[in-house]
T-cell receptor, first 107, second 113 residues
Framework: GQSLEQPSEVTAVEGAIVQINCTYQ??????LSWYQQHDGGAPTFLSY????GLEETGRFSSFLSRSDSYGYLLLQELQMKDSASYFC????????FGAGTRLTVKP | ETGVTQSPTHLIKTRGQQVTLRCSSQ?????VSWYQQALGQGPQFIFQ???????GRGNFPPRFSGLQFPNYSSELNVNALELDDSALYLC????????????FGPGTRLLVL
């Protein structure tokens, strides 16, 4: 089976950097994705790691280490609008999501 | 480019009834995945359709069924509704079975009384 673990809540201040970790147990997969979901909205794609290493997209970066069964999403220069839930997800002919990390950005 | 659309946006049903939810995939996408999201939880994978064939199923009972049409739009049918089926139902379209990027629709919020 597949399971993903991520912290339930993270709080940070505007302008700061925050890292949301994701550990997983799976026998094999194509890649690790990250999605953002604001309250009342639909998940939107942020980043994807098919290979080990760092992917950078603007203020957001994501990292994957298959040998450590670990990934993270790094958000830099936090803004109030970044307050949302963040989900890691395993791509393996479907998408298995973690329970989500609720990020609160304070002024 | 048209995004993913879902209908209806909200729905109220009673226990035992049946419901059909609809999803139009993003232009050019041949894969549709359906998810159930309870409040405060991550989306739970129900099943995926690729070129009109079911291509994977999550841990949901057979009363959850689906279809994909030649234009790649899709339906989710749920029979014998239970109170626990109350949730946000999301569909997502992608290109290919292991699409890196899934584009989600706004969801259908189902309430079962």
């Amino acid at each position: 089976g597949q399971s993903l673990e991520q912290p339930s809540e993270v709080t940070a201040v505007e302008g700061a950097i925050v890292q949301i970790n994701c550990t997983y147990q799976t026998s094999g997969f194509y890649g690790l994705s990250w999605y953002q979901q604001h309250d009342g909205g639909a998940p939107t794609f942020l980043s994807y790691n098919g290979l080990d290493g760092l992917e950078e997209t603007g203020r957001f970066s994501s990292f994957l280490s298959r040998s450590d069964s670990y990934g993270y999403l790094l958000l830099q220069e936090l803004q109030m609008k970044d307050s949302a839930s963040y989900f890691c997800a395993i791509n393996n002919n479907d998408m298995r999501f973690g329970a989500g990390t609720r990020l609160t950005v304070k002024p | 480019e048209t995004g993913v659309t879902q209908s209806p946006t909200h729905l109220i049903k009673t226990r035992g009834q049946q419901v059909t939810l609809r999803c139009s995939s993003q232009s050019g996408h041949n894969t549709v995945s359906w998810y159930q999201q309870a409040l405060g939880q991550g989306p739970q994978f129900i099943f995926q359709y690729y070129r009109e064939e079911e291509n994977g199923r999550g841990n949901f009972p057979p009363r959850f069924s689906g279809l994909q049409f030649p234009n790649y739009s899709s339906e989710l049918n749920v029979n014998a509704l239970e109170l626990d089926d109350s949730a946000l139902y999301l569909c997502a379209s992608s290109l290919g079975r292991a699409g890196e990027t899934q584009y989600f629709g706004p969801g259908t919020r189902l309430l079962v009384l």
